[in-house]
């Protein structure tokens, strides 16, 4: 039985998003005891400030999502150097409305997949700024900037490069350690 409940967000629309592909190899590089659940934000309406009174049933959703997880994974794509538009919305709901900031102390972590060399550093540094700005506890070591080769993906999340497959099962690791860490000093209060 998992441990800790991690919802992930995968900050691209496309179904045929590179990084959903990343969603899944993540997944299957966890350690057991991490048991991850998509926090969909397609159908979110664009944040406005006018809806904080009456909060529409997508964005309470997302902020639900985040109440019952432990921690939170943002796989996010690079959108003109930055983050993709969906994501930002994503999170600005969540942080909304005032005084009811979803991550509020909750771990925390950003990884990416791009074709670039630089594999969404830029994106995850915007993220990082957002989640910084709304008090969520974040894993600052490793970072991992992913450079996408669809040829070393399966369709059931398996990895055939050997180095990669180090990578992400590290990063895991890492996250899992973190969440323990800041669990352990700060529990949620759910």
Known sequence: MAKYKVGYMVGSLSSTSINRVLSKALIKA????????????????????????????GPQAVKDAIAASDAVLIITPEYNRSIPGPLKNALDWASRPYGQNSFDHVPAAVIGASIGNIGTALAQQAVRGVLSFSNARQMTAPEAYITFNPDVYEEDGSVTDEGLREVLTTFMEEFRTHIERVLTVIPRNR
């Open 30 to 57: 966890a350690p057991a005891d991490l048991e991850l659940t998509e926090i969909p934000i397609k159908d979110l309406p664009l944040y406005s400030q006018d809806l904080d009174a009456d909060y529409p049933p």
